[in-house]
């Protein structure tokens, strides 16, 4: 650990208005709404990283509205309204995200998802309630039929499951480091300072605002703080719902004769694949890692990596045995529902966490929603 020079320490002990934690896509997005409705007010983005490392440059890049019988399985868990008031925040998170960057400049390809099954009676199942899930997220989606009955077979996407799939045409995917990246150069031209590699272990709330300790004892002052560190906020906010689960992830080498495979999604969203370029990524098989996965540890299992493979090899057809060129995780924030967290937790603290699977679509409404709020308290 190297000391700071003084002028590096007088920066970070300048009295900020809003100080954001954590800048994944939540944060970024939380700092342009706050510029965008207080361009007086001084904003900074304290991140633990040198770049941001939390999901949003590590996950799928799948701007999706979940699968039947995910949602399904949501509707029996909490209720249709919430599932209802969710799907509507990914359907509005991913209207906002594209007003902030540019389709060509995320990669942004609607090209729709598909859900597969590995077993006749999984997707009779599902089939059963694709109407009741379509009409519970008509009006979120402005859609009557987000979900359909696929006229193509599995097979036909070089996929080796049951033949009849499901089909949403909403759904897209995108770069997702790119997408951040974007999303980075927006909030400088908004003025926002970002700190990089300041992780905050404290957060001492008072009447007047909030001073933050940092692990190299830096000590921060402002009046409001947003906490936007997702799989990683039980750290600094132990009371919160939330658990890390962490999610790991193959791609491909460049496959000779790669099949277009779409985007796939399977066992209610804990499987997932799509191509990039010539190359497949696969990722998730939760349930198979079981608690080894429940950490906010990034790091990689044997187990589950040739489980990983394993399916790559047994599911999809392939002209030549794949190779492993990227592996990797992430970590996810994940609770008893899949509604994230925004509220006050402590006098001039908010929080947006707890996205789940599904922050490329919600992130940036999150992000919006916990500003809004935060502004009020300002009030
Ligand atoms: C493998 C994987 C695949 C996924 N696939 C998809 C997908 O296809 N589609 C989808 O919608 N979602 C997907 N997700 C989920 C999605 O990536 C997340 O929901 C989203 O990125 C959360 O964004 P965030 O900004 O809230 O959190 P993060 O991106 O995790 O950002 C939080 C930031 O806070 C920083 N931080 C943490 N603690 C501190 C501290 N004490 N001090 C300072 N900084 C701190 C971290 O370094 C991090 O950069 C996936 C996630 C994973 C892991």
Sequence with gaps: MINRSFWEADLLAT??????????ITGLSAALSIKEARPDLSVAILERSEAARGASTRNAGFATFGSVSELAEDIDLTSAEMVAATVKMRWQGLQLLRSRVSDVEMNFIQEGGYEIF?????????????????????????????FQVSPHKASDHFVKAHQQMLVTPLEGKIHPARMLAKLRQRVYQAGVMIHFGIEIEQINAHDRGVELRSTMQDILNCRQVLVATNGFSKQLLPELEIRPVRNQVIVTEPLQNCPPIGNIHADRGYYYARTIGDRILLGGGRPFGGTDEETNQFGLTKKLQSHLLDFLEQR??????????HQWSGILGVGPAKEPIIKTVQPNVTCAVRLAGIGVAIGSIVGHQAAEHLLQQMN
């Design 15 to 24: 009295p900020t208005d809003i100080i954001i934690i954590g800048a994944g």
């Design 118 to 146: 590995f077993k006749r009676d999984e997707y009779e199942q599902a089939e059963a309630r694709l109407q009741e899930v379509n009409e519970v997220i008509a009006d979120s989606v402005e859609h009557d039929a987000a």
């Design 316 to 325: 999809f057809t392939l002209d030549t045995k794949p190779r492993i060129a």
